[in-house]
């Protein structure tokens, strides 16, 4: 039988599995679409974090895809105007706790996002306006730690208050609805 590869517009407040091992009531993968047994999430995106996830039933495949220094690019709404020196700590790459340990990240890209059209829309509210300003980020990374641009963006004092993977190596959210699944014949990322 042949593999089966999905896209999906993960939602916030949804984890990126299918069993949930807590005993806290998440929403899981399974609720979007009814994906055939033995499918798994390339990668992981926290609840709070929405967009690209992939999907397949290929372990190779999923393996290939993780152990690839492919690049993953997550628009992040910043509390704050982010400054041009904090842009560039981001690219140079910081220090933040992972597990317990330090960390140095790799160097990344970042960049302002000006053009708020272009920002996905969410179903959730992050907060009123009169709390502050916040600014968009691109930032673009071929590692992916638990929250890491999460960590990142603090480490530079600008904290992140929503977080969208729009992309991973050539593939795109687009225009994918939030919380919509598309099968595809294979993943070119």
Do not use: C
Request: net charge positive; proline share 3%.
């Amino acid at each position: 039988m042949p593999h089966r590869h999905f896209i999906v517009n993960k939602p916030a407040g949804m984890i990126s599995q299918f069993i949930n091992n807590r005993t806290r009531k998440k929403k899981l993968l399974n609720e979007l679409h009814d994906f055939p047994n033995g499918t798994m999430a390339i990668g992981r995106l926290d609840s709070k974090t929405e967009g690209l996830l992939l999907l397949t039933t290929d372990g190779r495949e999923s393996a290939r895809i993780t152990g690839a220094s492919i690049e993953k690019e997550y628009w992040a709404q910043l509390d704050g105007i982010i400054t041009d020196e904090a842009i560039e700590r981001l690219e140079k790459g910081v220090t933040i706790g992972i597990e317990g340990t330090l960390y140095s990240t790799k160097t990344a890209k970042a960049k302002r996002i000006s053009d708020s059209s272009q920002i996905p829309h969410s179903e959730f509210k992050i907060r009123s306006e009169r709390h502050g300003p916040t600014s968009w980020i691109a930032i673009t990374l071929t590692e992916g730690k638990f929250k890491q641009v999460r960590k990142m963006t603090a480490a530079v004092g600008f904290p992140t208050l929503r977080l969208v993977r729009v992309r991973i190596g050539k593939l795109h959210l687009g225009d994918l609805n939030v919380g919509a699944t598309l099968e595809v014949n294979q993943l070119k990322v």
